[in-house]
């Protein structure tokens, strides 16, 4: 994991980002990685999409929820777009967005039971983004994915999800990693699982968690796992922003499927800004009269796309994880630790009662 000091994460991100603003870095990136020249064509793009994806950020930023949705999709777009052209060197190919309402209701009782089609199409944004920001390349298969689905997906919303839709289980679980000198073991807090009918039921919705797992001895207060064989954490779930290991709970779409955090986002996004965009009679009588909570899920699920979306594009740049710390660089603290002479002092010293013990026995 890289940490990167800064007071002001949004800022430092979009500074390392827009470092591909600039058509000689772009180039010298793409040489570095490929070893061959960019065309004109493929520079410009993807440093113009660039500079796009920050402008509509800083707009959506500055702007009242009645078109914040929709000009975060927007930016989302041109970003993962940039970002795809740069890892790849070739133009994007993309004519549609790879999603598609599912009837609109003119009066939905919530927001969230809005549903996307994940539009079987190789020429959809959702095709050509999942080859590159998701380990399932097959997202465009047709399935309808719920908004409820999506928000229940994404680690930093858990708990406002939990507390503004009562009677739905969400698709991650917060872990504990306990680090001891010889092994990790991981730890599921009980009090998170007492909605699912049964526990043992959970586990099984886990990506290869028999391959890396023994079964979790379950008791009263935590279920303790321990790990098969060592294996990287970043293979073992997905994270929230400052790095809090969660399992992800498979959605049952014919098949077991968990998109990335990218694609939750995108797709998240995609509902909110159609609807803002086509059914403002929906969305403006949403924002005025919500008096259940959920525009307070909704908000924060936007602001968490400021904060967690050009992160994840930066880590799939950098190929490792990224954590932005505010506190004092550069200074190494050994304090908690004990010196070589220290150490001997100790052993020095428990000798000597030892050897006074076995002379009092005598």
Wanted: hydrophobic share 35%.
């Amino acid at each position: 994991m890289r940490k990167i000091y800064t007071d002001n994460p949004i800022r430092e991100q979009w500074n390392m980002l827009c470092k591909y603003s600039y058509e000689d870095n772009v180039e010298r990136y793409l040489k570095k990685q490929s070893g061959g020249t960019p065309s004109q064509a493929v520079l410009s793009f993807i440093t113009e999409s660039m500079l796009q994806a920050k402008s509509y950020y800083d707009s959506a930023e500055n702007s009242n929820l009645h078109i914040k949705p929709l000009l975060l999709y927007y930016g989302t777009v041109n970003l993962l777009v940039s970002v795809y052209c740069l890892m790849n060197g070739l133009p994007h190919g993309i004519r549609f967005h790879g999603f598609k309402i599912i009837d609109i209701n003119s009066q939905p009782t919530r927001i969230a039971d809005i549903k996307v089609k994940f539009e079987k199409n190789v020429r959809g944004g959702l095709h050509v983004f999942s080859s590159l920001f998701s380990e399932d390349k097959n997202l465009a298969d047709d399935s309808h994915w719920s908004l409820l689905e999506i928000l229940g997906s994404i680690p930093d919303l858990s708990e406002d999800f939990e507390d503004s839709y009562k009677n739905e289980l969400p698709n991650i679980i917060p872990v504990e990693i306990i680090k001891e000198k010889r092994k990790w073991l991981y730890r599921v807090d009980s009090k998170k699982l007492v909605n699912f009918k049964n526990a043992d039921d959970i586990y099984p919705l886990i990506n290869n968690f028999n391959k890396y797992f023994l079964p979790p001895q379950i008791g009263e207060n935590y279920h303790i796992i321990r790990r098969k064989i060592f294996v990287s954490n970043d293979n073992l779930g997905i994270f929230s922003i400052t790095g809090r290991m969660n399992f992800a709970l498979n959605h049952n779409k014919n098949v077991p499927r968990f998109p990335s955090l990218i694609i939750l986002y995108l797709a998240g996004l995609y509902a909110l800004g159609t609807i803002s965009r086509y059914n403002p009679e929906v969305w403006n009588k949403f924002i005025k009269k919500d008096i259940t909570g959920e525009r307070h899920v909704i908000e924060k699920f936007l602001n968490l796309c400021f904060r967690h979306v050009p992160m994840l594009t930066l880590e799939t740049i950098l190929s490792e994880r990224i954590c932005f710390l505010n506190e004092i660089e550069g200074v190494i603290d050994r304090s908690a630790q004990l010196s070589k002479e220290e150490i001997e002092e100790i052993v020095i010293r428990k000798m000597k009662e030892i050897e006074i013990n076995k002379r009092l026995r005598t």
